[in-house]
């Protein structure tokens, strides 16, 4: 399978613990998106790299959260110090830099549930 | 107000019917526009992608853009039950940029 990946797919963790998720983007393409999914909500923003710059955080982004994709390749997206608020599915999408459709590939995402 | 509006629903209609869903958008900056489509606990996968206004047509499914009433829409015939999922517009300023979502609104066609 060629598509965006992400790992795990659920965890469950107690409020305080940190948590690291993983995406690997379609081999080819250079950027890379984070956006938040809350139950009835449409996904929302978070960051977006391009190759391993990270060119630009949501507010959403508050200073628990912090992303990094060494080596332009797979990302990760760190939460630390879990809050309840912070429940929610963390999708992962990327794309290439241009392009006749301009879309965004998005994985199955990280449901994070914090109890 | 939210840059892009979204009527949640639940939508619920015969299979056969003519579904109608629609948005609308403050940013006159936005010139992608996008419906994606997400089955339930998976990522969203992209169904139509149509740039400034007009209409795009793919199979049973239209997309439709008026950039004057900042408002877009998409059309499904002949409904499926298998095209019950939640649709999400999105849009953007720029191609291959950050989407913005609206809420979604969840489809359910009933055999």
């Known amino acids: 399978d060629t598509g965006v990946s992400q790992d795990p797919r659920h965890k469950i963790t107690k409020r305080g613990q940190n948590v690291t998720f993983r995406c690997d983007p379609i081999s080819e393409h250079n950027r890379l998106y984070w956006y938040r999914q809350t139950l009835g909500q449409g996904p929302e923003f978070l960051t977006y790299f391009q190759n391993e710059a990270q060119l630009e955080k949501s507010r959403l982004l508050s200073d628990r959260f912090s992303a990094e994709r060494p080596k332009g390749s797979f990302s990760t997206l760190e939460i630390q110090r879990t809050e309840q608020g912070d429940s929610a599915m963390y999708l992962c999408a990327s794309s290439l830099t241009s392009g006749s459709t301009g879309e965004l590939f998005f994985g199955e995402g990280s449901r994070l549930t914090v109890l | 107000q939210k840059e892009v509006e979204q009527d949640p629903g639940p939508l619920s209609v015969p299979e056969g019917a003519i579904v109608s869903l629609n948005c609308t958008y403050s940013n006159s900056a936005f010139q992608y526009f996008m419906w994606y489509r997400q089955y339930s606990r998976k990522g969203p996968e992209l169904l139509m992608y149509t740039y400034s206004s007009g209409n795009k047509e793919d199979g049973r499914f239209t997309a439709q853009v008026d950039k004057s009433s900042k408002y877009i829409s998409l059309f499904i015939r002949d409904s499926q039950p298998s095209d019950s999922a939640t649709y999400l517009c999105?849009?953007?300023?720029?191609?291959?940029?950050?989407?913005?979502f609206g809420k979604g609104t969840l489809l359910t066609v009933n055999p």
């Open positions: 999105a849009m953007s300023p720029g191609s291959n940029y950050k989407l913005t």
